[in-house]
Nanobody, 127 residues
Framework: QVQLAESGGGSVQAGGSLRLSCVSS?????????????MAWFRQAPGKEREGVAA???????SYTDSVKGRFTISRDNFQRILYLQMNSLNVEVTAMYYC????????????????WGQGTQVTVSS
C-alpha cells in the first residue's frame, strides 16, 4: 500500500517562507514505481473546497494555480521519493491544510485521477 506523509507546515508571518515535503513509501506492492506517478499538492481552507495548488508529472513538467505562480515551486526527488513545495512570499490567503497526492499524468504538467493521498500538514500565515 502506497503511503504519503506530508511535513513542513507551520505558522509563519506574512512574507515568510515554508518548504513542504511529502515522503512516499510502500511501492513494493504497487505496479508502478514512484517515478512514474504524477504528484500534486492540494490545499483546503476552512469552509472552502479543496483546490489544486501545483502538480508535477513523472517527466518533470509542472503547473500551478494562478494565485501561487511566481511564489511557489514544486519539485521532486525520485531517488528519495520526496515531493517538495517551496512557498515564498506567503500571505494570509494561503492558510490551509496542504495535502499531497499521487496519480497519473494528465499532460501539460497536470495530473489526471489520483490514487493516493496524504493526511495533510497545516500552514498558517498571520499578518
Amino acid at each position: 500500500q502506497v503511503q504519503l506523509a506530508e511535513s513542513g507546515g507551520g505558522s509563519v508571518q506574512a512574507g515568510g517562507s515554508l518548504r513542504l515535503s511529502c515522503v512516499s513509501s510502500g511501492y513494493s506492492r504497487s505496479p508502478h514505481t514512484y517515478s512514474t506517478y504524477c504528484m500534486a499538492w492540494f490545499r483546503q481552507a476552512p469552509g472552502k473546497e479543496r483546490e489544486g495548488v501545483a502538480a508535477i508529472e513523472s517527466a518533470g513538467s509542472h503547473s500551478y494555480t494562478d494565485s501561487v505562480k511566481g511564489r511557489f515551486t514544486i519539485s521532486r526527488d525520485n531517488f528519495q521519493r520526496i515531493l517538495y513545495l517551496q512557498m515564498n512570499s506567503l500571505n494570509v490567503e494561503v492558510t490551509a491544510m496542504y495535502y499531497c497526492a499521487a496519480g497519473v499524468n494528465g499532460g501539460l504538467g497536470t495530473c489526471g485521477s489520483f490514487s493516493y493521498w496524504g493526511q495533510g500538514t497545516q500552514v498558517t500565515v498571520s499578518s
